[in-house]
C-alpha cells in the first residue's frame, strides 16, 4: 500500500509539473490580450481627444478670424462715414487695426529670428544663447562707455 500511495503522489506532482508551464503561458497570454486591449482604447481615446482638440482649435481660429474682418469692416465704415475725424482719433484706429493684426499673426519663434545674414560667425557663447533664446545679451544691455 506504501508503495503505490507514494506513486500515485508521484504521478500527481509530474501531471502538476507538466500542466505548470501550459497554465502559465495560458495566463501570460490572457494577460498580453488584456494589456493589448487597453493599449488600442487607450490609444483609440487619445485620438479621439486629438480630434476634439482640432476641431475647437480650428473653430476658435475661424471665429477670431471672423471676428477681426468684423472689426476691420466696422473701422473702415466708422472711418468713411466721418471723414473730419481729428488725426488723434484716426492715429487710434490705426494702432487698434495693428493691434488686431499682431495677435491674429503667428508670433514668431526664436529660431525663426535668427536668421540673420550675418557678415562674421558669431562664437560667444553668450550672444549664441541669447539669439536662440530670443532674449538681449548682458552685453548688448549694457551702456556703452564714454
Not at 95 to 105: I, M, P
Not at 107 to 120: L, S, W
Amino acid at each position: 500500500r506504501m508503495p503505490s500511495e507514494a506513486r500515485v503522489r508521484w504521478d500527481e506532482m509530474r501531471r502538476d509539473a507538466r500542466d505548470e508551464p501550459e497554465r502559465l503561458l495560458r495566463a501570460a497570454k490572457s494577460e498580453t490580450r488584456a494589456l493589448l486591449d487597453d493599449s488600442r482604447n487607450t490609444a483609440k481615446r487619445i485620438a479621439h481627444d486629438l480630434d476634439q482638440l482640432n476641431r475647437a482649435r480650428t473653430s476658435y481660429l475661424s471665429q477670431m478670424k471672423a471676428l477681426a474682418e468684423r472689426h476691420l469692416q466696422d473701422v473702415e465704415a466708422s472711418r468713411t462715414a466721418a471723414p473730419s475725424m481729428p488725426s488723434s482719433v484716426d492715429a487710434y484706429l490705426h494702432d487698434a487695426d495693428d493691434a488686431v493684426g499682431a495677435r491674429l499673426r503667428p508670433r514668431p519663434t526664436p529660431y525663426v529670428n535668427t536668421i540673420i545674414p550675418a557678415r562674421e560667425t558669431i562664437t560667444d557663447p553668450e550672444i549664441i544663447r541669447a539669439v536662440t533664446d530670443g532674449t538681449v545679451p548682458q552685453s548688448a544691455a549694457q551702456e556703452p562707455h564714454a
